[in-house]
């Protein structure tokens, strides 16, 4: 058990203790429906599988192409979600005006590039620091919190913790796909330092991006972590066991760091 964080309305954070959690992301369940552009599988059908599965929340990403999750599924998943619902997007103002009306329990600002295939990397705070500090004080204001994903790098957590960030979410793509042992030693290091930071700075933490079932064991001990937000490697093996079971596999991991 550690000391956690969460959101309580008017922008203050309470602490709390509690094993680290497991958010699930449904996009390429819309994914697959959009190969063939009819109504299957159906994400909500999937964010209740995975809630009767023992997710602590459903993440969506709702991109400014709609290229897999629509505006359709989030509001859906507004009205069915009993869980947690974590709404990943861009600090524009058509995305802001939408989760101002659908009133996510979490919004995750996110880097986003039409060309990228996923989330290549995290917000550059140093370059984006107005557009987002703006886009926070709009969504703090209705009592939405506010994640930012940031690379691990301690002065992307500083600037997000100067702009009032809730939480942060820290990327792990770098340690999860690193080619050689040197790299992800290299990569973990960078993963820790940043926690430390952020936990020092009472923020809320989260991570995600790339994490799998061989993956998640690493972070063993690494107790400052809120929530682990992971989507692919979920999805990918539903496609040979279920859902139900492969969202259990996860969880069992977690309930072992």
Known sequence: MTLFFRFVGGG???????????????????????????????????????????????????????????????????????????MEMAATSEMVAIALEIKPDLVTLVPEKREELTTEGGLDLSLHKDVVSDAIQALQEAEIPVSLFVDADLDQIKLAHKINANFVEIHTGTFCDAKTEREGAEAFEQIVNSVKLAHKLKLGINAGHGIGYQTIKAFKGLLEINEFSIGHSIIARAVLVGLDRAVRDMIALIKQL
Do not use: C, F, W
């Open 12 to 86: 203050r954070l309470e602490r709390y203790n509690k094993m680290a959690g497991l958010a699930v992301n449904v996009d390429h369940v819309a994914t697959l429906r959009q190969a063939r552009k009819i109504n299957i599988p159906d994400p909500i059908m999937a964010a209740a599988i995975v809630e009767l599965a023992g997710a602590d929340g459903v993440v969506v990403h709702l991109r400014e192409d709609r290229r897999h999750i629509n505006d359709r599924d989030v509001r859906l998943l507004r009205e069915s979600v009993k869980t947690k619902l974590i």
